[in-house]
């Protein structure tokens, strides 16, 4: 079993920056696959971005790529998403999510078995 507590939820204004973290407790963290996901209001859960066990490869969406950086710590056992140039639509609950995937990046819902809570983030214009 894996949990997963996000933090750094927020109010932010239009280009302002974030950044969400997720504490891992429980299976080895290191050997995990962990990913970023967000629901806006009235929408489907959706991929915003992944990182491997040894967080040398990363998958992100179109829409936040150049934008979000997904890294990970390891030693800490945490996963990071630091959001800059935020744009309204990012607004949504921020989910994070570990998956047992080792040979790829995995950016599917279902390949995800174990989650968070979920954190609000809201961009304001």
């Known amino acids: 079993q894996v949990q997963l507590v996000e933090s750094g939820e927020g109010l932010v204004q239009v280009g302002g920056s974030l950044r969400l973290s997720c504490a891992a407790s429980?299976?080895?963290?290191?050997?995990?696959?962990m990913g970023w996901f967000r629901q806006a209001p009235g929408k489907e859960r959706e991929f915003v971005a992944a990182?491997?066990?040894?967080?040398?490869?990363?998958s992100y969406a179109d829409s936040v790529k150049g934008r979000f950086t997904i890294s990970r710590d390891n030693a800490k056992n945490t996963v990071y998403l630091q959001m800059n140039s935020l744009k309204p639509e990012d607004t949504a609950v921020y989910y994070c999510?570990?998956?047992?995937?080792?040979?790829?990046?995995?950016?599917?819902?279902?390949?995800?078995?174990?989650w968070g809570q979920g954190t609000q983030v809201t961009v304001s214009s």
């Open positions: 429980g299976r080895g963290f290191s050997s995990l696959s």
């Open positions: 990182i491997g066990w040894s967080g040398s490869r990363t």
């Open positions: 999510a570990a998956s047992l995937s080792f040979l790829h990046i995995p950016s599917t819902l279902r390949e995800y078995p174990y």
